[in-house]
């Protein structure tokens, strides 16, 4: 079992930066590959970035290529999302989630979710 609690959204003008983290619980962090969704009103949960569970291998969506950055410490349980260069359209709740699957799979191989924290981008 793994419980996670996201923190760091809030409201940042266009351009702006903000440093999302997500806490996890649990003696077992360093065996799962952890991953950032997020999800706007009316439109589908997508995956934003994920990592493997050493932090070697990352996978990042188009959209947030060159602008985002995951990474992780295992001694802290502790998973980032380094958010730099942001537009209006990254507006969304953004979630951690684990899963002992590969970096590449899609949400639904994610079996744990954290609670969510607003992103806001102003223009």
């Known amino acids: 079992q793994v419980q996670l609690v996201e923190s760091g959204g809030g409201l940042v003008q266009a351009g702006g930066s903000l440093r999302l983290s997500c806490a996890a619980s649990g003696r077992t962090f360093s065996t799962y590959t952890m991953g950032w969704f997020r999800q706007a009103p009316g439109k589908e949960r997508q995956r934003v970035a994920a990592?493997?569970?050493?932090?070697?291998?990352?996978h990042y969506a188009d959209s947030v290529k060159g602008r985002f950055t995951i990474s992780r410490d295992n001694a802290k349980n502790t998973v980032y999302l380094q958010m730099n260069t942001l537009k209006p359209e990254d507006t969304a709740v953004y979630y951690c989630?684990?899963?002992?699957?590969?970096?590449?799979?899609?949400?639904?191989?994610?079996?744990?979710w954290g609670q969510g924290t607003q992103v806001t981008v102003s223009s």
């Open positions: 989630a684990a899963t002992r699957y590969s970096y590449l799979r899609d949400a639904d191989a994610y079996d744990y």
């Open positions: 990592i493997s569970w050493s932090g070697g291998m990352t």
